[in-house]
């Protein structure tokens, strides 16, 4: 045992995190953005996988039970079954009320470490998912040696770890209070002394400056201790996740920000519409290196979530027997495709209030009629006959190849976003 774990696992003990309510499971459900099934397919099981054949989930430092009530949720109905393991009996408490609540019964709880997985003789996962656990371990390559030994061979793992710079001002008052709180022997001191300094730090701080970035100790004790008291917290770069993750570990990444998708990890989405002479050359660059700026460019990631596969298990653009369909958002193909019909400009300048961009984006000429039969349920294949079949196209109709080349555009900014995503299975 690292000689945090024990004040790790008293803080958790006394402030379960985050705090949930079970009760308003009767009026909510939370979701969690990596955790969406028809995202995890879309990333790690190149739109093939259905959920349906003995899927096994591994939700490691589970907590409160966000994920794994939602994944369960999701996984309702089939004879998929998900594991929660945590270390603090207090959280499994509150996640199996949840549970109850929904009358979920697809879920073990099991109350241990992650770093013991090896030795739990629970089975091997399809999907793993460790958020916000391993940068609150002395040493978080235990903590992933330990997760690759249960994960199946084609499995994915959803993480999410520390971003370093856009936690600039969180690292500052983390020292800040430890200087403050030298003498301070109890968490509950130390939670008063947190609230004071908050409650009277001068504009100028950093912390002060980027506060907009970070919500946690807006949301009770809770959030304060786990933002800016806890015993073990570090952070990563971009280049240092691909160092780690990657150039050690073999695995391929994929990033996906809450709400934002891939866009804060493209520097040309994140000075969109100003499009500098210089992102010539770095579009031109490795995508690694493109991420690395754009992390310095945007400043604003204040974690990194992202997806892990043995090779990339993305499904692929240009295969016809792939389906296309919205996602996060209750747009639809024909509404979209009613947008740009409606909108002459050239080029058509695509403003997506969610993620606040706004770019210019080449629909090409069959944009529009493709965007209007995808429907979720119609392979590109299909969607591509139907375009075919449109009065203006019959005399030359274009061939599949033509189609992916007009459309590459359009779909690979809205598949940036994590709005249009793909899929093998029907819905």
């Known amino acids: 045992m690292n000689n ?39 990333y790690c099981f190149a739109g093939e996988q259905d959920f349906k054949d003995g899927f096994r989930v ?43 609540i929904r009358g979920l019964d697809n879920i073990q709880w099991v109350q241990e470490s992650l770093l013991d997985l090896p030795q739990l003789d629970l089975g091997q996962f399809d999907y793993i ?8 371990l002395q040493d978080p390559d235990a903590g992933l040696r330990s997760l690759k030994q249960v994960l199946a061979v084609d499995g994915a793992i959803g993480m999410m770890v520390y971003a370093t710079y856009g936690r600039t001002g969180v690292y500052q008052m983390q020292e800040l209070l430890r200087q403050i709180n030298a003498d301070t022997d109890s968490m509950a001191g130390r939670l008063e002394n947190a609230r004071q300094l908050l409650a009277t730090l001068p504009p100028t701080n950093w912390f002060a400056r980027g506060e907009q970035l970070v919500f946690d100790h807006r949301h009770g004790d809770a959030g304060i201790y786990d933002l800016l008291l806890h015993a073990q917290d570090r952070s990563y770069t971009v280049e240092q996740l691909y160092a780690w993750l990657h150039d050690e570990h073999g695995f391929h990444i994929e990033f996906s920000d809450v709400g934002r998708g891939r866009s804060p990890y493209l520097p040309q989405l994140i000075l969109a519409p100003r499009q500098p002479p210089f992102l010539a050359k770095v579009r031109q660059m490795p995508l690694r290196r493109q991420q690395a700026i754009a992390e310095l460019i945007g400043g604003t990631l204040v974690m990194h979530a992202f997806f892990l596969t043995r090779g990339s298990r993305v499904a692929p653009y240009g295969d016809p027997a792939c389906i296309p369909f919205f996602c996060h958002e209750p747009i639809t193909g024909p509404e979209l495709s009613a947008i740009i019909h409606r909108n002459t400009a050239t080029p058509f300048i695509m403003q997506h209030s969610h993620t606040g961009i706004t770019v210019p984006v080449d629909t090409g000429r069959f944009g529009k009629f493709i965007l209007k039969y995808i429907d979720g349920r119609r392979s590109f294949e299909e969607v591509f006959s139907l375009v075919r079949a449109e009065e ?30 793909l899929t093998r299975r029907r819905a």
Not at 18 to 33: D, G, I, S, Y
Request: glycine content about 6%; hydrophobic content about 40%; some cysteine.
């Open 392 to 421: 203006k196209f019959r005399r030359s109709p274009p061939n599949n190849e033509t189609l992916f080349g007009d459309f590459v555009a359009l779909y690979e900014f809205l598949n940036a976003i994590e709005r249009l995503l």
């Open 58 to 100: 591994l939700v490691a430092g589970g907590g409160t039970g966000d994920t794994t009530i939602y994944l369960a949720e999701q996984l309702r109905g089939t004879n998929a079954r998900i594991v929660h393991l945590d270390l603090s009996e207090a959280s499994i408490a509150i996640a199996r009320r949840r549970a109850e």
């Open 129 to 136: 998912n460790c958020s916000g656990v391993l940068h609150h």
């Open 4 to 42: 945090s774990l024990p004040q790790v696992h008293e803080q958790y003990e006394a402030l379960p995190y985050p705090p949930r309510e079970p009760a308003e499971e009767r009026q909510r459900l939370v979701t969690t953005w990596l955790d969406s099934l028809a995202m995890i397919n879309h």
